[in-house]
């Protein structure tokens, strides 16, 4: 079993739509939680960070961690068919550790 | 302006050979890492350098050879190329913070060496 699980996709929605991505993990000790965006071809990019539990929001991105279950979402509102990419949620212990890595959930924005 | 960058972007070469891939940073980070990405986009850590100094080395092959000559700087080296080996290798780079309210632990990545062992 990996540390932590995503399901790949690919999830297909209409433009406007709300996108909803979740990551699982099992190691408690992560601390910091990110989401990278990866179009094709590209290197992944940084879209939220969240330390520990909690929410956050950014535009139209809205990240959420629950520690207690080990779970971490992305909502993406309002979305657009240049969000079509892949998302790839990452989480460390601590700064300077290695991020552990999901393997990426495909979206595809319809017009 | 490119803040991490990689050469080759594309590399197609014959089982058994050496090849090796550069990886530059103008952000002033102190951390470097490589990635490997298989085919099905799975992301995972191979080295990470901390002002040229080793400080993560995971189960990697030793046919794979990291080498830091200053900050800026992290390139890979691959003895006698296996067809496993065929993969996206991204290099990423950060600055350490303790600060827990930053992102000192953001990683920026390059935009990839596709790797094709034949």
């Known amino acids: 079993q990996k540390e932590v699980e995503q399901d790949p996709g690919p999830l297909s929605v209409p433009e406007g739509a709300i996108v909803s991505l979740n990551c699982t993990y099992s190691?408690?000790?992560?601390?910091?939680f990110m989401w990278y965006r990866q179009y094709s071809r590209k290197g992944p990019e940084l879209l939220m960070y969240?330390?520990?539990?909690g929410n956050k929001e950014d535009g139209r991105f809205t990240a959420q961690v629950d520690k207690s279950s080990k779970y971490i979402s992305l909502f993406i509102r309002d979305s657009q068919p240049s969000d079509s990419a892949t998302y790839l949620c990452?989480?460390?212990?601590?700064?300077?550790?290695?991020?552990?890595f999901g393997g990426g959930t495909r979206v595809l924005v319809k017009p | 302006d490119t803040a991490v960058s990689q050469t080759p972007k594309y590399l197609v070469t014959q089982m058994g050979n050496d090849k090796s891939i550069k990886c530059e940073q103008n952000?002033?980070?102190?951390?470097m890492y490589w990635y490997k990405q298989d085919s099905k986009k799975f992301l995972k850590i191979m080295f990470s350098?901390?002002?040229?100094?080793?400080?993560i080395n995971e189960t990697v092959p030793n046919r794979f050879s990291p080498k830091s000559p200053d900050k800026a700087h992290l390139n890979l080296h691959i003895n006698s190329l296996e067809l496993g080996d065929s993969a996206v290798y991204f290099c990423?780079?950060?600055?350490?913070?303790?600060?827990?309210?930053?992102?000192?632990?953001?990683?920026?990545f390059g935009p990839g060496t596709r790797l094709l062992v034949l």
């Open positions: 350098y901390n002002n040229k100094e080793l400080i």
């Open positions: 969240t330390y520990s539990s």
């Open positions: 990452a989480m460390t212990k601590a700064a300077g550790n290695k991020l552990t």
């Open positions: 952000l002033g980070h102190d951390t």
């Open positions: 990423a780079s950060s600055h350490l913070s303790e600060r827990r309210d930053s992102v000192g632990e953001t990683q920026y």
């Open positions: 190691n408690s000790a992560f601390q910091y």
